[in-house]
């Protein structure tokens, strides 16, 4: 059974720094991505950034270009979020999610499984 668990939330003020962590385990594919999302409040959930096995590429919303950092640890099947200078409109839950074809996309659809989100709050 495939599991992801978020994980390093909290809350900080603005222009602080938060480093989130994603946990896979179960997993049986060969290429995949791993993405990060987040949902404010009253807002849709917006894709962030993502990662692909195959080679390590990257992708980041416009938002957080700069700002924020994706990076792997593959012997520890844990992808991180490096969130700096973070701004009160980064208020959100962030769940990370696998796809397991590594489309490296922000289409939902595209991701098979979910975790459970963790929050951020940043303070102004």
């Known amino acids: 059974e495939v599991q992801l668990v978020e994980s390093g939330g909290g809350l900080v003020q603005a222009g602080g720094s938060l480093r989130l962590s994603c946990a896979a385990s179960g997993f049986t594919f060969d290429d995949y991505a791993i993405g990060w999302f987040r949902q404010g409040p009253g807002k849709e959930r917006e894709g962030v950034s993502c990662i692909s096995s195959v080679d390590g590429s990257t992708y980041y919303a416009d938002s957080v270009k700069g700002r924020f950092t994706i990076s792997s640890d593959n012997a520890k099947n844990t992808v991180y979020l490096q969130m700096n200078s973070l701004k009160p409109e980064d208020t959100a839950v962030y769940y990370c999610?696998?796809?397991?074809?590594?489309?490296?996309?922000?289409?939902?659809?595209?991701?098979?499984?979910w975790g459970q989100g963790t929050q951020v709050t940043v303070s102004s």
């Open positions: 999610a696998t796809d397991v074809i590594a489309s490296m996309t922000f289409n939902e659809n595209e991701y098979d499984y």
